[in-house]
């Protein structure tokens, strides 16, 4: 399929206002589930536990937290190359080049405005000469010669993950790693788990997820050695729970909204004969947003019925 017509790139140019405001993602421009087990809750953070929230704060910690404890796991060392595959907006690019001994970090997505944005964050940052940012699909990876493959929340995208494993190993210098970090089905799904599954994709814009034995043998067919396989639930528990319930409470408000939006557009093209392209663009983000609250919830009910999981994969390339 050709990049610019991948659903992908209409998703993200629809939602990452809404990453924003629902993740606080415009401090660190990074959009994943945090990692809370290094946050240290205050008194008052302790107590609204009590109740189930969490607060924005401990969010926007614990999404960074993730990506401290998975460039621990990469064991990047001095001089050596990382591709960030699926960038965004560079948050995790800029904050591995900030924070460890990379000669250089290439952040790759095939979203041109988000490139755009990561290279004016870098620059913002003023890591610009340790970072570059590539505008690309990893299904057909233009990179080569890396000593680091790090991904988060972006391989749950791919359109064929046997040839993403096989690519990666062809390109990565030998003695490489790679730190993937997403979303994987856990077993066989039920007609009742495919409804929830279903409705748990919708809103991001994902066709399916792979299963985690499945991936894990990709890696090895690959070639890939010393695999390790880390379920997250425990540590991102409290993001999805999160998302559940800041989604329960604004789907009656953006439902009206969405109402309202929809009726509008309507109105001007039928009973006036205008086409808006404002009142189609404001119909479109709303039922886009109303399918992200829908994620949102089911995202929390298909980890409870343990059909879904956030894992960390790291495996290695030999070095001969
Ligand atoms: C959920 S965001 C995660 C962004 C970033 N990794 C983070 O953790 O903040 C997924 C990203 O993957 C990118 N992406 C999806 N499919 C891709 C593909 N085939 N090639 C490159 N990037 C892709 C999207 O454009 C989006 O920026």
Redesign the pocket.
């Known amino acids: 399929m050709p ?1 610019e017509d ?1 659903e ?2 209409q ?2 140019d629809l939602n990452s206002a809404d ?1 924003d405001r629902w993740m606080g ?1 415009a401090s660190h ?4 589930y945090g990692d809370h087990s290094q946050y240290e809750r205050n008194l008052k953070e302790k107590i609204l536990s009590l109740t189930g929230l969490t607060s924005l704060n401990e969010i926007r910690n614990s ?1 960074v937290h ?2 401290e404890a998975l460039a621990e796991k990469a064991d990047i060392q001095e001089g050596e190359t990382v591709v ?6 560079g ?2 690019t800029i904050w591995l080049a900030r924070n460890t001994d990379a000669e250089k970090v290439i952040g ?4 041109s405005d ?1 490139i755009e944005k990561a290279r004016e964050n870098a620059e913002e940052a003023g890591v610009e000469d340790k970072t570059e940012f590539i505008e ?4 057909n990876l233009p990179l080569e010669d890396f000593d680091v493959y790090f ?4 391989q ?4 064929n993950e046997e040839k993403l494993t096989e690519q990666i190993f062809n390109k990565i210098n030998p003695g490489g790693r790679i730190v993937i970090s997403d979303g994987f089905r856990t077993e066989e799904f039920s007609e009742e788990d495919m409804e929830v599954a279903n409705k748990m994709h919708k809103g ?1 814009g994902v066709d399916y997820m792979a299963y985690r034995e499945n991936f894990e043998r990709y890696l090895k067919q690959a070639g890939f050695k010393n695999i390790q396989v880390e379920p997250l639930m425990d540590k991102i528990g409290p993001t999805s729970k999160y998302l559940h319930r800041a989604s329960v409470l604004t789907t009656p408000y953006v439902d009206l909204r969405l109402l309202i939006a929809e009726a509008r557009h309507k109105a001007a093209s039928k009973i006036l004969g205008v086409e808006k392209e404002s009142y189609r663009h404001s119909a479109k983000r709303y039922n886009q947003l109303r399918n992200l609250l829908t994620t949102g919830r089911y995202q929390y009910i298909a980890g409870k019925k343990g059909i879904f999981n956030q894992y960390d994969f790291y495996a290695e390339k030999p070095e001969s």
């Not at 421009?29 to 994943?32: D, E, L, S």
């Not at 960030?84 to 907006?89: E, F, P, Q, T």
């Not at 991904?151 to 972006?154: D, G, H, N």
């Not at 749950?156 to 359109?159: N, T």
């Open positions: 990049e991948k992908v790139k998703h993200f990453y993602s421009g990074m959009m994943h999404v993730r990506v960030d595959s699926g960038c965004g907006r948050g995790n790759l997505d095939i979203d988000l690309g699909d990893f299904d991904a988060v929340e972006s749950c995208y791919s359109e991001w």
